[in-house]
């Protein structure tokens, strides 16, 4: 195999995985890994050089894809989480980049990797005609897992029963003495934790962001002041002030063995939490569902009350069993708790604490499809010009999007994979509304194919609209992120998309604030400083704001906006404006170089902040660097002699110690 690819759900277990690589081949020249969708790489191992591994998110996988185009061929693809086929609206991204990747390569070997599923074999069902398919279905333990309930002693809110759940029944195993009256749900979370959690290694899975805080802080109050702070931990106080705000919560925090930890947080952050939690100088780890998409974090105890997923839905019994999976430290315990706090409680666990489940695979698209008249009906409308218009966008439009690239491709949807599992007379209906649609469509299934989740039909409106603009087409184009008029043309393209395409970027009101994030991010701008400008602009119109809110919600619209929904829609946007202006012979308007979709998802629009990236640096640390360097068109070779000539200086250039750190273990060089 000379081309390797890694999928993993989030870029949370991106980073790790990359990271775990790199120090498993200890910088062996012989294999590559990487995490960005450039070509460089894939060429030369193609071409008989080192081999690569490519760790990637499905968004990245398609991105390389559209670079590549036919040139794309993986021997080894390998999908981590792949229940996360049924994922709402990423699942269909992360179904179509299998079968992309597979079209390629039909001769792809895959390997799929999932915790305690069911239907294993479902993985499967699609795979090519004549290719060997196997299913290990597994459900073992490494070490031993003690489900106990603690409930409180009637009378005394200050003391707690302990009770192992074994074999249909309940063993009394003791009581815990709280320090304090745990008034409200979440001082009783962390009241609980700290008490059974003295010895360390104890995950504490809280419903949020906020909340993950908040219980963090009740933790700390309760545990005793250290005489002297670990110098790692007070290395990663002094990113978490420098890298975010000089008044992070997170700061004071992991100064006392305490730390939070959330998905939009940046990574070197998180890796670095996970990274002390795991040698024990983290003691007491507040989390969210992070830990059950995909982060590979083990520990010696779990507590949790009423566990929730999403939007406050009760976590799913093959959920909280995944969660429940991290308990046990496998080399260094024999066995791992769970702790469920009030398990009388309807509200905290409606139907009881979960017995163990295994996760049911199902594709999104499958789930879909299921509705049966409301896609079709939906399918219906989805021609209709006025966006506003059209009902349940949020639920099928992804999966819509899959079905009507599908018919493009192959003339009907019976022709599909999914055909089989669904009653032929739905799918005559969807062949049906999906022809209709696709008669009044010029677009090429190959561009189509380019932007998986984005209907085709959208990109059909859009290229409409362009045909009809009476202005200058250049106009139509986004203006370089340094010019002056670069905000004012991504509000404009953010309304186009809106109007023709999808309302992605909804409440309009808001479309200035996701143009002014995109801005900052294409710009190289550190996540402290724009939480930072954030701050001046509240202060400066005397709008009310409390900073821990303003600092998640900016984590939030860098993640949700700048990362997932702007590269999106506006590589979709780029692609059909490039087709109008080879239509009209205006070619030269059309810029080689990185897409912009690439741009986004990483936060560059300079050829030095992407070099320092190829080198497997964070963006936090690349940012870091980057601020001090004159010349934004460094090759990635030079990024390494500019860091080699500087490398005794980086102490006193303010950087913080971690980025330091991580800097010199990507290019093994020295501290002297």
Known sequence: NQVAVYLAPTRALVSEIEKNLRDSLDHSELIEVSSLPLPEKYRVARAGGARVILVFTQERLHLLANVLGDELLIDLLIVDEAHKIGDNQRGVILQDAVERVTRANPQLKVVFISPATQNPEALLADAPSGVQTIAVDSDSSTVL????????????????ELKLRQQGGELPIGTL????????????????????????????YSNGAGEAEEVADLISQLLPKLDVVDPELSQLAELARKGVHSDFLLAPLVELGVAFHYGNMPSLLRLEI???????????????????EGVNLSCRTIVVRGPRKGKGHPMEPHDFWNLAGRAGRWGDEFQG?????????????????????????????DAVVEQGDCVTEYLSSR???DQASIEGSDKFEQVGAYLLTTFMRLGSISKAGLAKRHDPALIAKLDYALGTLADGIEITVDLASRHPGVSAIGLQRLLEMFRSYAGDVENLLPAEVASDDSYDRF??????????????FSPDARIR??????????????????????????????????LPILIRDTMELVEQIARFRAPKYLSAYMDVLHLHLREIDREDLIEDGLDIGTQLEFGVSSATLLSLMELGLSRMSAVALYERIARDDLSREECVAWIIDRNSQLQSMEIPGLIIREVRECLALSSS
């Open 177 to 204: 003495q709280l320090a304090s009256t745990p008034v409200g749900i979440k001082k009783r979370l962390a009241f609980i934790a700290a008490a059974v959690g003295e010895r360390g290694g104890t995950l504490v």
């Open 274 to 292: 996970e990274r002390l939690f795991r040698l024990g100088k983290i003691r007491f780890l507040v989390c969210t569902s992070t830990l059950i």
């Open 337 to 365: 708790n769970i702790i469920c706090i009030d398990p009388a409680d309807e509200t905290a666990w409606p139907g009881g604490v979960p017995g163990r489940a295994r996760y049911p695979i199902k594709r999104e698209s």
């Open 513 to 546: 604030l996701f143009a002014l994030i995109v801005v900052k991010w294409l710009k190289g701008y550190s996540l402290s400083r724009i939480i930072r400008d954030s701050v001046e602009w509240h202060q400066k119109a005397k709008r009310p704001y409390k």
């Open 491 to 504: 509000i404009t393209i953010m309304e186009r998309v809106n109007s023709h395409v999808f309302r992605a």
């Open 145 to 160: 897992q003690n489900l106990v309930v603690a409930s409180q002693v009637s009378r005394r809110p200050k003391l707690w």
């Open 383 to 385: 021609g209709a010009v």
